[in-house]
C-alpha cells in the first residue's frame, strides 16, 4: 500500500472520530443545559414555597395583631365612663396603638425583604455552581474529543 492510500484511510477515520467526538460534545451540552433547566425550576419552586410560606406567616402574624389589639379595645371601652375625657384619653390610646402596629408592619416588611433577598441570593449562587459545574463538564468532554481529534488511528500496513 503507498502512502497516499494509507492517509486516503486515516481521513475517514480520523473524520470518523471528530464526528463521533462532535456528538459526545453535543449530548454533553445538552445534557448541561437540561440540568441547569432543572435546578433552575427546582430553585423557583423552592422560593415560591419560601414566599407562599413567609406570606401565610405574616397573614397569621397581622390577624393575630389585629386580634388583640380588638380586645385590648374591648377591654378599655368596658373601663371607661364615656366622658370627653375619656373618650380622647381612648383616641390617643388608639392612634398610639395603631401607630405601633404600624411601626410593627414596616419592620416585618423589612425584615421580609431582607428574607427574599437572602433567597435570592441563594438562588444565585446555586445557579451559579450549576452553571460552573455544567461549564466544567462540558469543557473536560470537549478535551476529551479534542484528544480524540489529535490522535492518529493506526496505520494499517
Known sequence: MT???KQVKAKPALKEVVAEGA????QA???AQQKVTEAVHESAETVKAE???LQENVHDQVQNLKQDIL???DTIK???NFSQKDLAELKEFVKSEFNAVIDDLSKLGKE???DVSQISVKHKDHLTETFKRSKEH????WKKVSEKAEEKPPVKS
Open 112 to 114: 421580609l425583604k431582607d
Open 138 to 141: 462540558t469543557l473536560d468532554v
Open 51 to 53: 414566599a407562599k410560606e
Open 29 to 31: 451540552s445538552k445534557e
Open 23 to 26: 456528538e459526545k460534545l453535543e
Open 78 to 80: 368596658k373601663q371607661l
Open 71 to 73: 380586645q385590648r379595645i
Open 3 to 5: 502512502t497516499e492510500q
